[in-house]
């Protein structure tokens, strides 16, 4: 089914170079991740730092695990909670006023299952303003959500949400109110 040996990473995939990266994970996990709780203006200039394009007074929790910080835009006064994971292979464009619940999963890339070398992809995401995407909840490779919508807890979202709404399930469907 499979041919890994035949797999490349696309030339300038991560967006840096392998030094940068690398440098990344490093800051991470000693400066970010240890941080205290308390210190959101600390973790915003460290992801400024390495060009992530962050709005004021946003919250962003120690635990958040972020691949690649210059591929994320994240809106004012917006919340990312807990244990959340921006897997920005592609970019992550989160709105104003949004929150990302604790243990949710943005997820811009996957491989290409009919492919035999299992070739990697990546596409955006995008999070509308004054959105709550409620805890553990999946969003998947080329989603956009348009703003004013609540995305409840332990749902998956692989559809483009176009109204404004409360969705739940899996996959998420719109909550008749």
């Known amino acids: ?9 696309p030339k300038n995939f991560r967006g840096r170079s392998a030094i940068v990266v690398q440098l990344w994970r490093v800051i991470y996990v000693v400066f970010f991740r240890n941080s ?3 210190l959101y203006g600390w973790r915003r200039f460290i992801l400024r730092l390495f060009g992530a394009n962050i709005g004021k007074k946003v919250i962003i929790r120690p635990s958040v695990e972020i691949t690649y910080p210059w591929k994320v835009v994240i809106g004012d ?3 990312i909670g807990d244990n ?3 897997y920005s ?9 949004t929150v990302v619940s604790q243990k949710s999963y943005l997820c811009t890339g996957s491989h290409d ?3 035999v070398a299992f070739d990697i992809f990546e596409k955006p995401i995008v999070i509308g303003n004054s959105c709550w995407i ?8 080329g989603v956009q959500i ?16 176009v109204a404004k709404g409360i969705y739940k399930g899996n996959p998420v469907a719109k909550k008749e109110v």
């Open 1 to 9: 089914m499979f041919e890994l040996k035949q797999f490349n990473l």
């Open 36 to 38: 205290p709780q308390f």
């Open 77 to 79: 006064y917006s919340w």
């Open 84 to 86: 959340v994971v921006l």
């Open 89 to 97: 292979l592609g970019k992550i464009t989160i709105g104003s006023n």
């Open 113 to 115: 299952f009919n492919s």
């Open 134 to 141: 409620a805890t553990d909840v999946f969003v998947a490779p």
């Open 146 to 161: 348009v703003d004013e919508v609540i995305v409840g807890a332990r749902s998956s979202v692989f559809k483009s949400i």
